[in-house]
Antibody
Framework: EVQLVQSGAEVKEPGESLKISCKTSGYTFNTYWIAWVRQKPGRGLEWMGIVHPGDSDTKYSPSFEGHVTFSVDRSISAAFLQWSSLEASDTATYFC????????????????WGQGTLVTVSS | EIVLTQSPGTLSLSPGERATLSCRASQSVSATYLAWYQQKPGQAPRLLIYGASNRATGIPDRFSGSGAGTDFTLTISRLEPEDFAMYYCQQYGSLPAFTFGQGTKVEIK
């Protein structure tokens, strides 16, 4: 069974750094892109970008490039989303999700999702 | 970046009724690259339809998708109580962002 399990909720102050995780199991981690999706409270889904665990290739949405960093640790089949300096507007739930297609094909839907990590940024 | 506009914003229906949700793209999207998701409060989204008309694993056949070019539709033939939720369309054919629509809420009338 494919599973993506995300790290727990975080409460941070503006300017702080943060790294959240997405631990995967049940499939070959190196073979499928991982996506990150933001959902602000009471709002819709926003595409942040994707990372390929095989070579750490990344494709960021212009709305997020430069503000977040995607990374992976192949030894533990995990993906990470990190900020070096959080802002109040980063308050949201962040989902990781696995793309459906194998290999380098990025044009694929999201067929398995993590449960989400709520990040609250407040002074 | 392709913008997806969903309508209506809210659909108020009774169990057993038919739901028709629309997703319109700002430019043509290959039907191969259009998906629909369902999201319930406090849960992650769930893939329903991909390639505009293909049901994902385990999705009941009361859910169907259709469309081409810039106009796509998700139809729920007979609403079950568990179908009242938010629905999002997504295009995954055009980077730099595989954009989502803003969502349609299907609520109990």
């Amino acid at each position: 069974e494919v599973q993506l399990v995300q790290s727990g909720a975080e409460v941070k102050e503006p300017g702080e750094s943060l790294k959240i995780s997405c631990k995967t199991s049940g499939y070959t981690f190196n073979t499928y892109w991982i996506a990150w999706v933001r959902q602000k409270p009471g709002r819709g889904l926003e595409w942040m970008g994707i990372v390929h665990p095989g070579d750490s290739d990344t494709k960021y949405s212009p709305s997020f490039e430069g503000h977040v960093t995607f990374s992976v640790d192949r030894s533990i089949s995990a993906a990470f989303l990190q900020w070096s300096s959080l802002e109040a507007s980063d308050t949201a739930t962040y989902f990781c999700a696995k793309l459906r297609a194998m290999g380098r094909i990025a044009a694929a839907p999201l067929d398995n999702w993590g449960q989400g990590t709520l990040v609250t940024v407040s002074s | 970046e392709i913008v997806l506009t969903q309508s209506p914003g809210t659909l108020s229906l009774s169990p057993g009724e038919r739901a028709t949700l629309s997703c319109r793209a700002s430019q043509s999207v290959s039907a191969t690259y259009l998906a629909w998701y369902q999201q319930k409060p406090g849960q992650a989204p769930r893939l329903l339809i991909y390639g505009a008309s293909n049901r994902a694993t385990g999705i009941p056949d009361r859910f169907s998708g259709s469309g081409a070019g810039t106009d796509f539709t998700l139809t729920i033939s007979r609403l079950e109580p568990e179908d009242f939720a938010m629905y999002y369309c997504q295009q995954y054919g055009s980077l730099p962002a595989f954009t989502f629509g803003q969502g349609t809420k299907v609520e109990i009338k």
